[in-house]
């Protein structure tokens, strides 16, 4: 239940060039799109250190032509991406506050459970999808870094570990099979997925439910969200292609739905083959991606238009800049990263990212840039002439809020169309 976290899985070490599906092992993969060498997004050098030499890693897309995955084409060493000092903790966002409950409460009329039954999140974080199910059934959070300490303070079990045979073996002996097993944003993040599956398997119970969440390809697609291509991401989910990984470990697709977190989600439930009836909902999320040709001209047409995007929002910037006017980032997600890496938006166009008071990322530069990233109030105290949205895909939750606190410019929301909002 992270932002992102390759480093679920114990792994071998090191990145390694992928010279075949990540699903189904098939070596016939087409270039989708480059966005060039990015940094990690979570390397953050503190303001005032001189630049100094920085890893960068090439993110490529790719679509394997067998069973429709898209995925990046270099698996970067988790150590680098994932170190136990991870910063990201699901509750500080609303969004997913209200995306957990909703899960919660959507369960008991897809899956049905009771209090004695097991929940398991794979990737827990603080526990604020586990917290959505205390005191209607057992939760245990498995967890490998240190924001598992927050739910643990908030008395959710967890294990502080990768997730594989290993814990699966510990919870099963303590705990018994899982009801339900969630992965809520980490299933693309995991670098050997089937192994995954595997271990999930042997988590649940016969009549067990596997949940997962990832970012959409879909959605990806239809608004132009090429900033949420960085290495955590190691693949972009269509129906068609979790369909096909899932059935090869013997689970069935049995219900799917469209959710709005991250700019556009899917939530899968499957179970073992013939558990649950399938639901038409199925049906018709796979007819969409047909329709939108999302495994052929639907992908070529996104790459011209990431690059027109590019262009359109760099010329934006600039016009603006030519006027004296100043600029300010709201938000540091870590999408920022690669709009600001790939778009080129250094110090000369962004002035500055500002961050909520108290969050780790003030007094950094965002990754590859000299842009500091300073407390949230110093946007009410200067009153830029311009505030770019980096978290955008969130611009309706964002406005109003930054309005009422006092902000009287204008907004720049720069993706899937750069445009300009006016302010109060």
């Not at 932002?3 to 087409?30: H, I, N, P």
């Not at 390397?43 to 005032?48: A, F, K, S, V």
């Not at 908030?154 to 009801?179: D, K, L, N, S």
């Not at 070529?300 to 359109?312: A, E, G, H, T």
Request: glycine fraction near 10%.
């Amino acid at each position: 239940m992270t932002e992102s976290k390759r480093g679920l899985a114990a792994g071998t070490g090191g990145s390694v060039v992928v010279e075949a599906c990540q699903v189904c092992g098939a070596g016939d993969l087409e270039s989708v799109l480059f966005l060039g060498f990015l940094p990690p997004v979570n390397t953050m050098r503190p303001q005032g250190e001189r630049p100094r030499e920085q890893p960068s890693y090439p993110a490529e897309m790719l679509r394997c032509r067998r069973c429709q995955l898209v995925q990046l084409g270099l698996v970067v060493d988790p150590q680098v991406l994932f170190p136990p000092e991870y910063p990201y903790t699901s509750g500080t966002t609303r969004i997913l506050r209200e995306n957990f409950q909703q899960l919660s409460e959507e369960c008991r009329e897809v899956v049905g459970y009771g209090p004695e039954d097991l929940v398991v999140d794979v990737g827990s974080n603080d526990g604020t999808l586990l917290a959505a199910f205390v005191g209607k059934a057992r939760v245990l959070g498995i967890e490998p870094t240190q924001a598992g300490e927050l739910a643990k303070a908030r008395g959710i079990e967890t294990y502080t570990a990768f997730f594989g045979p290993e814990v699966v073996a510990r919870a099963v002996a303590e705990r018994r099979p899982a009801h339900i097993v969630t992965a809520t944003n980490v299933f693309a993040h995991i670098e050997d997925v089937n192994a995954v599956v595997e271990s999930v398997l042997a988590l649940l119970g016969p009549k067990g439910v596997f949940i997962s969440e990832s970012h959409y390809l879909l959605s990806l697609v239809e608004t132009l969200q090429y900033d949420t291509i960085y290495h955590e991401h190691l693949r972009y989910y269509s129906l068609t292609a979790l369909r096909h990984l899932l059935e090869r470990h013997g689970l069935e697709v049995f219900h799917a739905r469209r959710i709005p977190t991250h700019g556009g989600s899917i939530r899968v439930y499957a179970a073992r083959r013939g558990e649950r009836p399938v639901r038409s909902s199925v049906a018709d999320l796979l007819a969409a991606e047909q329709k939108a040709d999302l495994h052929g001209a639907g992908l070529q047409r996104f790459k011209k238009d990431v690059v027109l995007s590019k262009m359109r929002l760099h010329a934006l910037l600039v016009d603006l800049k030519r006027t004296g006017a100043r600029i300010y980032g709201i938000g540091a997600p870590s999408r920022a990263s690669t709009l600001m890496n790939y778009v080129g938006l250094g110090d000369g166009i962004v002035d500055c990212v500002l961050e909520v008071k108290g969050s780790h990322k003030t007094g950094k530069y965002m990754p590859g840039t000299l842009v500091p990233v300073l407390e949230e109030g110093k946007l009410f105290e200067d009153q830029p002439e311009y505030a770019m949205l980096l978290s955008w895909h969130i611009a309706e939750e964002l406005i109003p809020k930054l309005r009422e606190k006092g902000f009287r410019g204008r907004y720049i929301v720069p993706l899937p169309e750069p445009r300009i909002l006016e302010g109060a």
